[in-house]
Nanobody, 119 residues
């Protein structure tokens, strides 16, 4: 069983910064990639940023230049540094990971952490 636990969400003023972290645990043999998605109530979940085990990254156009994703493969964590936050960044942010476990593998999700950007 694989668990992903996010932390670091909260309330921040426009122009401020937040750092989200996600830690993976369980019977993980290998992590192929990790990422962050976000979802606003009533809308589809959308990609924010992805990073592969090799370090290749992919960002949504709306966050390029403001957000930075990074991983610590040894610690099985992924971090999302969010700068210059805007009200439209308000959403619930979910961590995911594509992993190989002892028995199989697949895509796993965390429970999410709320980010609210408001004055």
């Amino acid at each position: 069983q694989v668990q992903l636990v996010e932390s670091g969400g909260g309330l921040v003023q426009p122009g401020g910064s937040l750092r989200l972290s996600c830690a993976a645990s369980g019977s993980i043999v290998n992590i192929y990639g990790m990422g962050w998605y976000r979802q606003v109530s009533g809308k589809q979940r959308e990609l924010v940023a992805l990073i592969t085990r090799g370090g290749s990254t992919n960002y949504a156009d709306s966050v390029k230049g403001r957000f930075t994703i990074s991983t610590d493969n040894a610690k099985k964590t992924v971090t999302l540094q969010m700068n210059s936050l805007k009200p439209e960044d308000t959403a619930r942010y979910y961590c995911n990971a594509e992993v190989q476990t002892v028995k199989s593998g697949g895509l796993y999700w965390g429970q999410g952490t709320q980010v609210t950007v408001s004055s």
